[in-house]
């Protein structure tokens, strides 16, 4: 009797549950075909009140074949919709959203320009005119990236437009907004971007064993333009940002591009973890030299300052640059937490003044033999780093303050777009960079996983690596004899 009510109470349970499921998923399709129909009538509603009036019509006066195509007009879509969301936003929705805001853009043109401060009212012959930037062409570049190009009126220049770069973003209601010069700095380009291209983790992919050597760039990851982003490898780089911004994805991608020539010996990597071997410590196989603590900084670099002279002086008379090989590699010195050499060791002034001079011969000598320092840090003021200004290539990630992003880029590159200190915390990675041709561009870096650095370490080792041996101490002097010294006073 027991075993049959539980059997029963069971039974009526689970044919309650998929009763009330049954209802629930009913109502919501009720409730979607409903909604349909009201955001038709609320966007389109001339079109609504044109299909309901004519349905009216075809009811009222049986005219059966026209109420029949009004009805397939509006199933077809619908159904379109509701079984394939994906691909009917690809092709019906975001193309008349595109064509939506292209069309506005050119129709409110004159009012745009004026509105952010670009056009003129000069006072002619039928009374005041408005003059303004023309409007050259206008076409969307990428799904999200709305491309135009204002032909500049006499007496604008490309800053004048910099400088109001807020208030077209804000006009047109886009989410971000980037002014990119033309070679000649005569007139520009104005990119809209009204979704984000970077905000999907980017993942690192493991080189080949059978890959060729990479030495002269590294793929560190991709542009918001969806191209890959290379940096050249044989010239000092600095990188800035907060914890947690995604410096390590950076220092890790560029030791992935080095992995196959740090194997075959063209590249020697020396490397510098100032946080006790935290970060570098997964792979240590991968640096030839490898440094935890500032005294044995302070002896790597020295060493290679010395390296760095012996090879310029036999190069001297034979040749202009280096050209990696085995016998004379290409050597990267990468600095984690670069700020502990250069300002946090005020209280250790011997090794702060030979970190410094080291740095600076490094950095101001050792491109043409061969020589480059990969600097990563949290503070890029000057005051922390006073070889800022060295370094050739810089990287913005996320940073505190709008003034810390002039300080790693440039002066112009925050009215630019290169908004670093309003890059969310959820987006580690993302960046800004400065090359050497002084354009700015807005990257991701690619993430590395852990499990992917010790598989590096294992298979792509250095061949050589050689440790840093320290001073010995020099022994106290032995103390005087009391009873010696008491003499001598007496």
């Known amino acids: 009797m027991i075993t049959a009510v539980a059997s029963w109470s069971r039974a009526v349970a689970t044919g309650l549950g998929w009763t009330l499921r049954?209802?629930?998923?009913?109502?919501?399709?009720?409730?979607?075909?409903?909604?349909?129909a009201l955001r038709f009538l609320i966007r389109a509603p001339g079109r609504a009140l044109v299909w309901t009036g004519a349905t009216v019509y075809g009811y009222l006066h049986q005219t059966w074949l026209?109420?029949?195509?009004?009805?397939?007009?509006?199933?077809?879509?619908?159904?379109?919709?509701?079984?394939?969301?994906?691909?009917?936003?690809?092709?019906?929705v975001h193309p008349a959203w595109r064509?939506?805001?292209?069309?506005?853009?050119?129709?409110?043109?004159?009012?745009?320009?004026?509105?952010?401060?670009?056009?003129?009212?000069?006072?002619?012959?039928?009374?005041?005119?408005?003059?303004?930037?023309?409007?050259?062409?206008?076409?969307?570049?990428?799904?999200?990236?709305?491309?135009?190009?204002?032909?500049?009126?006499?007496?604008?220049?490309?800053?004048?437009?910099?400088?109001?770069?807020?208030?077209?973003?804000?006009t047109v209601g886009s989410r971000q907004v980037r002014i990119v010069p033309n070679?000649?700095?005569?007139?520009?380009?104005?990119?809209?971007?009204?979704?984000?291209?970077?905000?999907?983790?980017?993942e690192a992919r493991f080189p080949s064993p059978n890959l060729a050597a990479a030495i002269q760039t590294a793929d560190m990851g991709v542009t918001e333009d969806g191209q890959p982003w290379r940096l050249p490898i044989p010239v000092s780089t600095l990188t800035a940002g907060c914890t947690g911004s995604g410096k390590a994805s950076a220092m890790w991608m560029l030791l992935l591009n080095l992995a196959p020539a740090i194997r075959s010996g063209l590249v020697q990597v020396h490397g510098v973890d100032?946080?006790?071997?935290?970060?570098?410590?997964?792979?240590?196989?991968?640096?030839?030299?490898?440094?935890?603590?500032?005294?044995?900084?302070?002896?790597l670099l020295e060493d290679a300052v010395q390296a760095m002279t012996a090879r310029a002086a036999m190069l001297a008379g034979h040749a202009r640059s280096h050209t990696p090989s085995t016998a004379a590699p290409l050597v990267v010195i990468l600095v984690d937490e670069l700020a502990m050499l250069t300002s946090y060791l005020s209280n250790q002034r011997d090794l702060f003044q030979r970190a410094d001079k080291a740095l600076r011969a490094l950095l101001g000598l050792g491109r043409a033999p061969g020589f480059v320092v990969w600097g990563f840090l949290q503070d890029p003021r000057k005051d922390t780093v006073p070889q800022r200004h060295m370094f050739t290539q810089t990287i913005a990630l996320r940073l505190r303050e709008r003034e810390e992003v002039a300080m790693v880029l440039s002066d112009g590159a925050v009215a630019a777009g290169a908004l670093c200190h309003k890059i969310p915390r959820t987006?580690?990675?993302?960046?800004?960079?400065?090359?050497?041709?002084?354009?700015?561009?807005?990257?991701?870096c690619a993430f590395v996983p852990d499990d992917m650095i010790r598989a590096l370490a294992v298979h792509f080792r250095a061949p050589l690596q050689i440790p840093i041996r320290l001073p010995e101490p020099e022994p106290d002097p032995a103390p005087r004899s009391r009873s010696r010294t008491a003499r001598s006073r007496s």
């Open 427 to 444: 987006t580690p990675g993302v960046g800004y960079a400065l090359t050497e041709d002084g354009d700015v561009t807005r990257v991701r």
């Open 183 to 202: 070679p000649t700095h005569t007139g520009c380009t104005v990119r809209f971007l009204f979704a984000d291209p970077l905000a999907a983790v980017v």
């Open 99 to 170: 064509r939506k805001i292209r069309r506005s853009v050119r129709r409110k043109w004159p009012a745009l320009m004026e509105a952010c401060g670009l056009g003129r009212r000069v006072i002619g012959k039928d009374g005041t005119e408005l003059r303004v930037p023309t409007l050259a062409r206008s076409r969307w570049e990428d799904p999200d990236v709305l491309v135009v190009v204002p032909q500049l009126m006499v007496g604008q220049t490309v800053e004048d437009v910099v400088s109001v770069s807020e208030r077209l973003r804000v």
């Open 274 to 299: 100032l946080k006790g071997g935290m970060e570098l410590g997964l792979g240590t196989r991968l640096f030839t030299r490898y440094a935890t603590t500032p005294e044995q900084a302070v002896i």
């Open 22 to 36: 049954g209802l629930r998923l009913g109502l919501g399709e009720v409730w979607w075909w409903i909604g349909g």
């Open 66 to 92: 026209l109420l029949g195509g009004l009805v397939m007009i509006a199933l077809v879509p619908a159904l379109w919709a509701r079984c394939w969301p994906t691909s009917y936003l690809q092709r019906i």
